[in-house]
């Protein structure tokens, strides 16, 4: 199994499956970051919605 991943990444079809593995890796990274920084926001403002129909 390990032998076939390495002969994968060795030809060229196997380094364009790698960049867009780490171009994958990379939008979830910048997803996740942005979930976390926006996630007190819409908490926030849900707060403040719910407090209004009170």
Known sequence: MLAR???????????GLVEYALI???ISVV??????LLGTEIST???TI???LK
Request: charged residues 20%; aromatic residues 4%.
């Open 5 to 15: 991943l390495i002969s994968v990444l060795k030809k060229q079809e196997g380094q």
């Open 24 to 26: 994958i890796v990379l």
């Open 31 to 36: 997803a996740m970051v942005a979930m976390g």
């Open 45 to 47: 403002v849900f707060t």
């Open 50 to 52: 719910t407090d209004k």
